[in-house]
């Protein structure tokens, strides 16, 4: 038995709830482009102010989550301010959680839907280090007008061929949420990234 | 007249281009006794994870958990579900049916938003954020940052030529789309030209065959690499769809008919234009009639910028008689 603390969520629910979706569906509108996300005063070890705020706009009794290399604190404070169930399955998650500088060698285990549903797929929350430098990115796609660039520091270097692989199943995959500390930038399956570091 | 919310609004229908806030909807979450625009943050919550999902796999129909509104089917239920799960204290919001700002719909679903979430309403397309549609594009070519709402009446395009919800959802899923090109051709065979006129069907990011709901085609390639995104509500059927920024968005035709817009022999009776959609009017029962913009706030821009059609003197001298 040990003392838990559990940190507050929004200040107000209702309309930083909005704030942020609004954010978030700018990104995943306009894939590679950076939007900011902020509000949060505290989140739990290890998890970023943007991760929380899209897990407190996202998330609720319907959407298990799974959550990859974050600890007890984590999982009580979604099961706290979500009522999401919190899983150690990826194949029955809705959205999964990887902590910054994970392997994600596991990412290909969640749900990309199925031919009839592609909907019915994985969300993946993915901390980074940061979206201002790092290694370059070169994306194209939907929602992109001409070409995107993007940076990325503190992401595994296994993401781009298993992203690669992802596409490649459109209309299935999962879609992606860089979360950077207090920025994201959203990869949907439809994107093509090309970069120096793509296929070895 | 009489639904609910109507008969009960406060006169917020903005008159003029400046947008404009009431002072009691003004507070934070207007109206009380609701939640900030009508819909419970559970709603929402599944509404935005839909939009998410529509928008990362575009023309796509995602189904979702549609709610009772206090207006009936018909009446924009998918739209409104859909504007209130994205709409922010912050927005300015346009409604349009058939493209005019004034008609019962419009004024409705505007008043509607005004009462529950206190957000400025504008009949401005540029001063716009949020424009909820029914059947009409603005004709003024929208920026980016905007969103689109479309209420879509019949989301499935293919419904028409498969009523089985089951094997639309597998032709979808096997691209199987050939019916759509057979469906064309027989307007071919039939009138010697694709005589299909509204909700003609497209094609968007090379993959999904997508009804973009009932607006002429005169309005189709407004969709095409546009820089606003574009969401699409069916409460009814409860599917929500939606074409992200600068995608692709084809009219399915044929190498030897084209796809081609609808045109007019007469220009704007009002204003002049000769580029714009024009609505018929039938003036009396001696065969007279005008043509119309469809779309007011174009209509009157032009206007205020001097463009005169030849029955343009008409509404003034019909003010002057009510004057005098």
Redesign the interface.
Known sequence: MRMQTILPGFDN???D???I??A???A???PGRVVSLTGLSGTPAGMHVSTAAVAL????A??PVCPEGFGDDSAAWLQFHCGCPVLSAPEEALFGLFRSGMQLDGAERYSGGS?????R?A?LLVQVDSLREGDQLRLEG????DEQRLAVSGLDRAFWPLFARNRAT??LGV?VILCAPSEVACL???ITARGPITCM | MQGHFISTATDNTSIGTAPQRTGRQAQEGGDSGYNFAFLDEQTKRMVRRALLKAVAIPGYQVPFASREMPMPYGWGTGGIQVTASVIKHDDVLKVIDQGADDTTNAVSIRSFFARTTGVATTESTAEATLVQTRHRIPEQPLREGQILVYQVPIPEPLRWVEPRETETRTMHAHEEYGVMHVKLYEDIARHGRIATSFDYPVLVAGRYVMSPSPIPKFDNPKMHDSPALQLFGAGREQRIYAIPPYTTVRSLDFEDFPFEVQQWDACCGLCGADDSYLDEIILDDAGGRMFVCSDSDHCRKRREAGHVGPMGGTTQTLEGSDNG
Request: net charge negative.
């Open positions: 629910p209702v309309h709830a909005g704030r979706f609004r978030v569906l700018d995943m509108a306009r706009t996202l998330f609720d319907d959407t031919e009839s549903y592609p909907d797929s969300t939907p929602g992109i007008q459109y209309p879609d949907p399956r439809t």
